[in-house]
């Protein structure tokens, strides 16, 4: 090699995977949404289930479960049963894995329960 020349070495930087989340919906839960959304008037086509975590309740988060008319920047954006959720980047990691259900007893009384799969 001559004294001129010189010799450059490149490695390769890793970069990191894009985050995801999973997060489903069960049939009565489907169901009951899709229902509630119907029945509100001038919903548009990009409207969805915002779920999400928020102080509060024993542990210091509790869910939170509102109809929006559209995502937001950064919100990571799924459809489960025909049912499309936004959940916002803090959110997605507490919720990664959750079950979103919808049981109703024999006294006609109904919840929302979310549970790890």
Known sequence: MSANQTTT???ATPVPAA???SL???EPAAGE???FMTSEEGLPETAGLRVRV???GCSGFQYSLNI???SRQGDFILDDKGVRLFVDMFSAQYLNGVEIDYVQN???SSKSTMSRT
């Open 9 to 11: 070495t490149s490695t």
């Open 19 to 21: 985050p995801t989340v």
């Open 24 to 26: 489903s919906v069960t």
């Open 33 to 35: 949404i899709k229902k």
């Open 54 to 56: 928020v102080p509060g």
């Open 68 to 70: 929006e008319e559209e």
């Open 106 to 108: 024999v006294m006609g």
